[in-house]
Every structure is written in C-alpha cells, then in structure tokens.
C-alpha cells in the first residue's frame, strides 16, 4: 500500500521531499476534487493525506466519502480542524480497536 499526499505547493513540498511518490499538487478545488477521484480509485493508495480546508472545500458527496473511507484512509492536517476525524478514531475505524486502550 501506498501512500498518496494531495494538497498545494506550500503542503505537499515537504512530503515530496521525504520521498513520497505519490504527491498530487493542486491549485484550486476544481483540481483537488479531481485528484481526490483520481486517487480513490487507485487500488493501491492505502492512506492519502490531506490539508483540512482543502478537505472542507470539497462537494458535500465527496467529503462525505472521504470521511467513511476505511481504505484508502484519509489523514486531515493543519487548518482549523473543525469536524475533522481524528487519526485515532480514523485507525479505530480502519483496525476495529482502539489501539490506546
């Protein structure tokens, strides 16, 4: 499994710089809609890491899939947070258990 990072310049830089491969570097929500779909249906993405507002300015349908998704699971970071899935509650969810019990 693979792990993919959508987001503008400024957030995916440092990813591209650690070595991800799968980096999709958007500019508007138009682009970032279209990576998102891109990368769902991508079999081999396991985990995908986005910004929260970029995550925030998608079609209500599309958030909404994103915020179930087991697989690939979504990592929000940065921005204000609000309504965002937390990583623990997002491994609660991919595994089963609550792994900090």
Same mark, same amino acid.
């Given at each position: 499994?693979?792990?993919?990072? =959508?987001?503008?310049?400024?957030?995916?830089?440092?990813?591209?710089?650690?070595?991800?491969?799968?980096?999709?570097?958007?500019?508007?929500?138009?682009?970032?809609?279209?990576?998102?779909?891109?990368?769902?249906?991508?079999?081999? =993405?396991?985990?995908?890491?986005?910004?929260?507002?970029? =995550?925030?300015?998608?079609?209500?349908?599309?958030?909404?899939?994103?915020?179930?998704?087991?697989?690939?699971?979504?990592?929000?970071?940065?921005?204000?947070?609000?309504?965002?899935?937390?990583?623990?509650?997002? =491994?609660?969810?991919?595994?089963?258990?609550?792994?900090?019990?």
């Amino acid at each position: 499994m693979e792990l993919a990072v =959508i987001g503008k310049s400024e957030f995916v830089t440092g990813f591209r710089l650690s070595g991800i491969k799968k980096i999709y570097e958007v500019a508007d929500a138009a682009e970032t809609e279209s990576a998102v779909k891109e990368v769902l249906d991508d079999n081999n =993405i396991g985990i995908i890491v986005m910004h929260n507002d970029d =995550i925030g300015n998608l079609p209500e349908i599309l958030m909404k899939n994103l915020n179930e998704s087991v697989q690939p699971t979504v990592v929000a970071l940065g921005g204000s947070g609000e309504g965002s899935t937390s990583l623990r509650d997002k =491994i609660k969810q991919a595994v089963g258990v609550d792994l900090w019990k």
